[in-house]
């Protein structure tokens, strides 16, 4: 509801309702104490916020919260008010909304023209509106039937067109604006009130000029982040990401810590728009990690991380070492094999899986691949066939077999089968 319809609506209030009231009843307190109520409590607050201040203050005490709430509530009738005075606006071309936040809004008396042009002897009225990006000039107008006032729409400047000059020959009050727009420069010159009020409009003014001035800076962030893949051996895979920011920031690429080179197996992208991405051509083991993209520029720096598989087929890397027999000595067998993801491993003997881990114990080595079956304090009982079994669940359709035979001493053999859906068979003595 604007200035004017709440006039409306006061005098119907006022000619209809109020004159019908039971003349026996207490009367109904006028409009304006209640729109008056929120303003007051406001002015309690401040009152009550700047006591405590005071007495904190005497005694030596950190003020710093208190006197933010204060800057918070003394803001608040000012922010009320301004926006009050903006929606009286009229005829301006385009929403009030996008102009912004009003800074300011204050009267003043306005003489216009041509540089070097002759000035007026009188100025004329005007109420000036200073928000984040523009300065908005307009013309006070009073309805006289309703007693109302409005803002006619007169003229705007941006910020960056415009030129301020605070010393004015003959008047401490008045500061001078420049606009310059489409090869046309105008002449502003602004009388407030006091010289209080022309200072702090010049100081805001140029304030804000200062700001806009000023480069922004906008830290790296990743608008797209890395994603987690799997692949097999020989394909292609692309790791994508966007990143924005303002200066535009640098990127890099690492593989677990270590800088990723530009090669023709590795083949890196960069888009205008902030598009990064990274192509490694025919993968192989290797290749699985964990990626990184850095993005880094003087206003900050951002990463985003992502992860490759290369699935790899289970295989045995080396030949089973013969095991001895030696009574009192633990019997160990110890063969390196490969496969992504890592592996499930199982021991048999004589074809039964080995569950009793007191007697047997097992170990494995990620990283290179080593695993170990000990057989602790063996006995002739522990003489046997042994098989390591390497299975991996994406590869179950591949039962290709290959058969070493290597010597029996002695007539006791421990056979070692490997295999993982891919079964390589070898015997080894137990001596």
Known sequence: MNQHQMSIFKGRYTDEILTNEDPSQPLIPPLQHYLEKPINRIQQYQTIIKELIRNKARNSQNCTLLEQAYAVVSALTRRAENNLHVSLIENYPGTLESLGEPIRQGHFIVWEGAPGARVAWKGHKRHVFLFKNYIVICKPKRDTKTDTYSYIFKNIMKLNNIDVNDLVEGDDRAFEIWHEREDLVRKYLLQARTVNIKNSWVKEICGIQQRISEPVWIPPDFEEELAECTAELGETVKLACKVTGVPKPSVSWYKDGKPVEVDPHHIIIEDPDGSCTLILDNLTGVDSGQ??????????????????????????????RNAYFVEGEDAQFTCTIEGAPRPQIRWYKDGVLLKNTSKYQTFSEPRSGIIVLVVRNPSNEDMGHYECEVSLESFKDLRKKLNLNGSVNHGNSCLFNKHAYMKVSNKINVL
Not at 301 to 306: E, F
């Open 291 to 320: 990626y990184m993209c850095f993005a880094s520029s003087p206003a900050g720096n951002a990463s985003t991380l992502g992860k490759i598989l290369v699935q790899v087929p289970p295989r045995f890397v080396n030949k089973v």
